[in-house]
């Protein structure tokens, strides 16, 4: 059955610190890996990997995929408080995601 | 552009009544739909998901049921809720690529 495990479940920083967010996956016949960002409802999309070594970047955000490791990375440089969310991963199989199980970053001023 | 709505927001509903959230999406014609539901406010569980009028996948057996009456209209139903029915459902749609878009989700609390 594909896996999809997140670390750490929950982090929290101050303003300024930078994080590195992990996600593992275990699954066939890969086709692309998903960050998710979840503030208070919706999830919004950040990024999707399909290619390893090629780094995806957005303002602070970054994320990087490692096929050989199974892993993605997501990191956060200089955090604000607005960064303070739930961030998901998940992989696309077959139409559909499995997500893992979300990493609860808190950032305090 | 492409939205996405579900309602109602939030819903309070006593164990043993019946369940009906909607979901429509605007702007785009014969999307992928999905229903998730998250506890805790920790990872999505897939519920159901539809590549057409009338077409569901079920994820997982449980309580719920699915119904794509119309290309862009996607629900979610119960005869009779259970406790462990609580939680934020989310909605969403996917095109021709892979990332997926989600609604703004309703809060179901089973008493």
């Known amino acids: 059955e594909d896996k999809v495990v997140q670390s750490p479940l929950s982090l929290v920083v101050h303003e300024g610190d930078t994080v590195t967010l992990n996600c593992s996956y275990e699954?066939?016949?890969?086709?692309?890996l998903l960050w998710y960002k979840q503030e208070k409802k919706a999830p919004t999309f950040l990024f999707m990997l399909?290619?390893?070594?090629i780094e995806k970047k957005s303002g602070r955000l970054s994320s990087i995929l490692d096929k050989k490791e199974l892993s993605s990375i997501l990191n956060i440089t200089a955090t604000q408080t607005g960064d303070s969310a739930i961030y998901l991963c998940?992989?696309?199989?077959?139409?559909?995601?499995?997500f893992g199980q979300g990493t609860e970053l808190s950032v305090k001023p | 552009s492409q939205t996405i709505h579900q309602w109602p927001a939030t819903l309070v509903q006593p164990v043993g009544s019946p369940l009906s959230l909607e979901c429509t999406v605007e702007?785009?014609?014969?999307?992928?739909l999905y229903w998730y539901r998250q506890a805790a406010g920790r990872g999505l569980q897939l519920l159901f998901y539809?590549?057409?009028?009338?077409?569901i996948s079920s994820e997982v057996p449980q309580n719920l049921s699915a119904s794509r009456p119309q290309d862009r209209q996607f629900i979610l139903s119960s005869k009779k809720l259970l406790l462990s029915d609580s939680g934020f459902y989310l909605c969403?749609?996917?095109?021709?690529?892979?990332?997926?878009?989600f609604g703004p989700g309703t809060r179901l609390t089973v008493l």
């Open positions: 969403a749609w996917s095109g021709n690529y892979n990332e997926q878009f």
């Open positions: 699954v066939t016949n890969f086709r692309s």
């Open positions: 399909t290619s390893s070594g």
């Open positions: 998940a992989d696309y199989q077959g139409g559909k995601l499995i």
């Open positions: 702007g785009t014609s014969n999307p992928n």
């Open positions: 539809s590549v057409g009028i009338g077409q």
